[in-house]
């Protein structure tokens, strides 16, 4: 039985044995950048782990984790491209290193690698494995283009918003969870649980994401924190902040998000402020730790020992206790 430790050292290996540059050098050297970076490779470290949760040979589902993750990265190029963002993991984004055609043709190479990466190794359950990621991809792409309806409207609510994440980032989450189950030919029953474990894990997973942007520090969170608020994104903080506020906090608030002023520190600083009187922070602290408790909930109702369950346990913690 791997640590989280050890596993997330088998997904480094994976990563550093592979070979990304090849010619056009110009497509390729965006997706080794982008590849090299790092980051914390939770989603393959879910797959595997949940392969090992089941019993399954962690062997047969490298080929996939290395597809999800290369997957999630693709993802990133587009959204740093659509939502403009300067910064990813402490680096330039693709599309300001390179250009935005870049960012666009190498995210694309990079889904399609992803396919090549499900079908290095065969599997029985193979269809249903291809299945679950396609899936997922057409849902993400979904939370995705609710999340740029969400900026031209000024009626979202924080169901819809739960949705949107849900959808956007707690489903991939989820999949890779649900696809080392199936690596591991586990019980229809235990597929369901570790998924159903995933999307809570995920939604405590973004809403802590949305705090850290508000509230986290540059040089440990990777980013340019402030940003959801620069772009006027309608994060749950901002939507809970809406819903609770007076009618002059409500005031100020609509008025400062249908502009983009020249001094968005200013701005930033206005909004938290009223995120402070209304407590804001803490009340999402509360919604983060209620996801946390269902997903621990699940992970309990998993057929399977305690210590096999430990190292998402493990993993779980980290999520929830980062600070980038």
Same mark, same amino acid.
């Given at each position: 039985?791997?640590?989280?430790?050890?596993?997330?050292q088998i997904?480094?290996?994976?990563?550093?044995q592979?070979?990304f540059?090849?010619?056009?050098?110009?497509l390729?050297e965006p997706?080794?950048?982008t590849?090299?970076?790092g980051?914390k490779?939770?989603?393959?470290?879910?797959?595997?782990a949940s392969?090992q949760?089941?019993?399954? +040979?962690?062997d047969?589902? !490298?080929? $996939?984790? &290395?597809?999800?993750?290369?997957?999630?990265?693709?993802t @990133?190029l587009?959204?740093d491209l659509?939502?403009?963002s300067?910064?990813r993991?402490g680096?330039?984004?693709?599309?300001?290193?390179?250009?935005?055609?870049?960012?666009?043709?190498?995210?694309d190479?990079?889904f399609?690698?992803?396919w090549r990466?499900?079908?290095?190794?065969?599997?029985?359950?193979?269809h249903?494995i291809l299945?679950?990621?396609n899936?997922?991809?057409i849902e993400?792409?979904?939370?995705?283009?609710?999340d740029?309806?969400?900026?031209?409207r000024?009626d979202?609510?924080t169901?819809?918003?739960? +949705?949107m994440?849900?959808? !956007?980032? $707690?489903v &991939?989450?989820a999949c890779?969870?649900k696809?080392?189950? @199936?690596?591991?030919?586990?019980?229809?029953?235990?597929?369901?649980?570790v998924?159903?474990?995933?999307?809570?894990?995920?939604?405590?997973?973004?809403?802590?994401?949305?705090?850290?942007d508000a509230?986290g520090?540059?040089?440990?969170?990777?980013?340019?924190?402030g940003?959801?608020?620069?772009?006027?994104?309608?994060?749950?903080l901002?939507l809970?902040?809406?819903?609770?506020?007076?009618?002059?906090?409500r005031?100020?608030?609509?008025q400062?998000?249908?502009t983009k002023?020249?001094?968005?520190q200013?701005?930033v600083?206005?909004i938290?402020?009223?995120?402070?009187? &209304?407590?804001?922070?803490?009340?999402?602290?509360?919604?983060?730790?209620?996801?946390?408790?269902?997903a621990?909930?699940?992970?309990d109702?998993i057929?399977?020992s305690?210590?096999?369950?430990?190292?998402?346990?493990?993993?779980?913690q980290?999520?929830?206790?980062?600070?980038?």
């Open positions: 039985m791997y640590t989280i430790k050890e596993l997330q997904v480094s290996d994976l990563f550093q592979e070979q540059l090849a010619e056009p050098a110009t390729y997706i080794d950048y590849l090299s970076l980051g490779r939770v989603r393959p470290l879910l797959l595997l392969c949760l089941f019993g399954g +040979n962690l047969q589902a !490298k080929g $996939a984790a &290395l597809g999800i993750e290369t997957f999630h990265n693709f @990133l587009h959204d659509m939502d403009q300067p910064i993991r680096r330039p984004t693709v599309y300001r290193k390179w250009s935005p055609n870049t960012a666009i043709l190498s995210g190479t990079m399609s690698l992803a990466y499900f079908l290095r190794q065969p599997h029985p359950l193979l249903a299945n679950t990621f899936e997922t991809t993400i792409t979904e939370g995705q283009q609710y740029m309806d969400f900026e031209s000024n979202v609510t169901d819809e918003y739960l +949705n994440i849900r959808l !956007k980032t $707690a &991939l989450l890779a969870l696809l080392g189950a @199936l690596y591991a030919n586990a019980t229809p029953f235990n597929q369901e649980t998924y159903q474990f995933g999307i809570h894990l995920g939604l405590a997973f973004q809403l802590q994401d949305d705090l850290l509230y520090d540059v040089a440990t969170f990777g980013k340019q924190t940003t959801d608020i620069c772009d006027n994104k309608k994060t749950y901002y809970q902040a809406l819903a609770t506020a007076n009618e002059q906090q005031q100020t608030l609509t400062l998000y249908a002023p020249a001094d968005s200013a701005k600083a206005q938290l402020d009223i995120y402070r009187q &209304l407590d804001i922070k803490q009340s999402t602290e509360r919604l983060i730790a209620q996801e946390f408790d269902k621990l909930h699940l992970l109702q057929e399977a305690p210590s096999a369950k430990q190292p998402l346990f493990d993993m779980a980290q999520l929830l206790h980062r600070n980038s």
